[in-house]
């Protein structure tokens, strides 16, 4: 079973929609969570960080955790063909402070 | 704040030579520093763990021989690929977090192309 689970998409929505990113993982212990964006030939960037139960919002960007379900989602709204691009979630281990990725999923916004 | 920067950002070497890579935390002191390789529509493989004053954690399957990993400062992490070979060539990434379980931000990235 793979640490960090991703739809890899392509995940295909109209611009000003919602775009719902979704990640599991299997280390029930993990603490600290991410998502980031990566573009095409670049590295990384930080979105979001979330470490609690529950939404955190940012701008257009809401992440949600749920540590019972091992499940945390990205939601971005009013999307924009800016915002196309693979979005990866992070999970950091619980014992380990490592820091391990998802496949990433592929977003495209067309406009 | 929060600036990693990675150096070099292309390198191109002959098989059997060896190749260091810089990782730099510009604006902050960064206790551990992660190592990540990324081929073609992949996704980021982390290859060890470092934190400052001790030995890099690898992952299994990286061979520590040949990924040398040192972070002998709060702002520095290098990876030297020894006797690189094609098959090495990838993308490599650095990043960097202030502490247990924070964030970390990422350098630019290095293109490694063996030849």
């Known amino acids: 079973q793979k640490e960090v689970e991703q739809n890899s998409g392509p995940l295909s929505v109209p611009e000003g929609a919602i775009a719902s990113l979704n990640c599991t993982y299997s280390?029930?212990?993990?603490?600290?969570f991410f998502w980031y964006r990566q573009y095409s030939g670049k590295s990384p960037e930080l979105i979001m960080f979330?470490?609690?139960?529950g939404d955190k919002e940012d701008g257009r960007f809401t992440a949600q955790l749920n540590k019972a379900s091992q499940y945390v989602s990205l939601l971005i709204r009013d999307s924009q063909p800016s915002d196309s691009a693979t979005y990866l979630c992070?999970?950091?281990?619980?014992?380990?402070?490592?820091?391990?990725f998802g496949a990433g999923t592929r977003l495209t916004v067309k406009p | 704040g929060a600036v990693v920067s990675q150096h070099p950002s292309w390198v191109i070497c002959k098989s059997g030579t060896s190749v260091k890579i810089e990782c730099r935390s510009l604006?902050?002191?960064?206790?551990?520093m992660f190592w990540y390789r990324q081929f073609p529509k992949q996704s980021l493989m982390l290859m060890a763990t470092?934190?400052?004053?001790?030995?890099?954690?690898?992952e299994q399957g990286v061979e520590k021989d040949k990924f040398l990993i040192n972070h002998a400062s709060l702002t520095l992490s290098t990876l030297t690929v020894t006797s690189a070979h094609p098959e090495d060539s990838s993308f490599y990434i650095c990043?960097?977090?202030?502490?247990?379980?924070?964030?970390?931000?990422f350098g630019q990235g290095t293109r490694l192309t063996v030849v």
């Open positions: 990043s960097a977090s202030r502490g247990w379980n924070t964030e970390a931000f």
């Open positions: 280390d029930r212990g993990s603490q600290s």
């Open positions: 979330i470490y609690s139960n």
């Open positions: 992070a999970v950091n281990g619980y014992n380990n402070n490592d820091m391990r």
């Open positions: 604006d902050f002191q960064a206790t551990t």
């Open positions: 470092s934190n400052e004053g001790s030995k890099a954690t690898y």
